[in-house]
């Protein structure tokens, strides 16, 4: 029985290893890289006085189905998507970057299980886009509201705002120290080429950093009060930027820097360590 066992998880950890894990992972990491684009094109469409609004991922593809080739690009993008959702999740029950065991591998495990639930739901929603050119799921208000209702509910949006609050502060930290260089294959890189991806990387988690930190605020702020038209999500952050002092500025730099960590991400899906 042991022997089975053992030879069943060896089996489970060669097909986690495998090349075809590999290429849904830098597929998903291009498709990451392609939402990042759209939204910062329209955050900075906004700061530059054009017409529109800003938008997060789910926001960007609703606006995709409306284009007459929006379903072959939503078709493509949810590829993308749970290509990026697959290699997280045999990152994290296989443990494909060995992170190991312990209290801090587990952790990042963990975190790589979630990841993938995202981006599961990211690719069911342009699938349901990409059928019945309906908009899928609801705003952050409306959902905020029914948790809020739950047993307990405003501790938990209390814990997702800390969350959010926590992931901001780990892209500033990680754009500041450059952390995020160890996943490259730096090896493999031209000079010109890592040059600029240092660069898109510092300005790239900087921004994500700013942006999911006011995410988190604004829904700590909607637990304590128990008022959820105070949640907002990427889209919402990025409005309350242009609306404060040198507003379009701030906008404009924030969405400029979400442009550079989708450059950021295209330059993953080839050089990362997967």
């Given at each position: ?7 069943v998880e060896a089996r489970a950890r060669s097909a986690g290893r495998s090349r075809w894990v590999e290429r849904a ?83 990042k495990r963990a975190k790589a299980f979630g990841v993938g639930v995202i981006y599961v739901g990211s690719a069911a929603a ?149």
């Open positions: 029985m042991a022997t089975t066992a053992s030879r992972g830098r597929i998903g990491l291009g498709a990451k890289g392609v939402s990042y684009a759209l939204i910062g094109v329209l955050a900075l469409q906004v700061a530059i006085g054009h017409r529109g609004r800003t938008s997060d991922r789910q926001g960007v593809l609703r606006q995709l189905s409306t284009e007459s080739w929006g379903p072959y690009a939503l078709g493509a993008l949810a590829i993308g998507f749970a290509g990026y959702a697959l290699w997280r999740f045999v990152d994290a029950t296989l443990d494909r970057q060995g992170e190991g065991a312990d209290a801090g591998g587990l952790a342009a699938v349901s886009l990409m059928l019945s050119d309906k908009a899928a799921g609801g705003n952050e208000k409306q959902e905020t509201a029914r948790v809020l209702d739950w047993p307990a509910g405003r501790w938990l949006v209390l814990a997702v705002a800390a969350g959010f609050v926590g992931a901001g502060l780990y892209n500033l930290y990680r754009g500041v120290a450059r952390r995020f260089r160890e996943r490259l294959e730096r090896g493999r890189m031209h000079g010109q080429v890592e040059r600029w991806t240092i660069a898109s990387g510092v300005t790239g988690h900087l921004a994500r950093g700013v942006v999911f930190g006011l995410v988190g605020v604004f829904l700590g702020k909607a637990a304590i009060e128990y008022d959820p038209d105070e949640a907002i999500g990427i889209d919402g952050a990025l409005a309350k930027l242009v609306h404060q002092p040198a507003g379009p500025f701030l906008l404009g730099a924030v969405a400029a820097g979400l442009v550079a960590y989708a450059l950021y991400c295209l330059v993953e899906a080839r050089y990362r360590r997967i």
